[in-house]
């Protein structure tokens, strides 16, 4: 089992930055891979972006790409997520997930899954 826990949402004006992040608690954290996804209301849940086992790939949706960062520190077992140049189209709830195999990162299918923390951007 493994326990995923965010922190670091807010309220951001649009333009200003926010660092998700995610610790991670009851497997090695380097057997899995992390995504970051998030729900706006109304709307399904999507991808954000993701981090392979080893940090040496990252994934990210063209929507986010040039704005967002992801990055995982092994010695603290979290997983970040750097926002930049926000917009208030980034206003959601934002989940940290883990995966335990390989494979597809941009699809929803993660074995475990955070409580989220909501992120707003005012325009």
């Known amino acids: 089992q493994v326990q995923l826990v965010e922190s670091g949402g807010g309220l951001v004006q649009a333009g200003g930055s926010l660092r998700l992040s995610c610790a991670a608690s009851g497997r090695t954290f380097s057997t899995y891979g992390m995504g970051w996804f998030r729900q706006a209301p109304g709307k399904e849940r999507e991808f954000v972006a993701a981090i392979n086992r080893s940090g040496g790939s990252t994934y990210y949706a063209d929507s986010v790409k040039g704005r967002f960062t992801i990055s995982r520190e092994a010695a603290k077992n979290t997983v970040n997520l750097q926002m930049n140049s926000l917009k208030p189209e980034d206003t959601a709830v934002y989940y940290c997930?883990?995966?335990?195999?390989?494979?597809?990162?941009?699809?929803?299918?993660?074995?475990?899954w955070g409580q989220g923390t909501q992120v707003t951007v005012s325009s």
């Open positions: 997930a883990a995966k335990v195999s390989g494979g597809n990162y941009y699809t929803l299918n993660f074995d475990y």
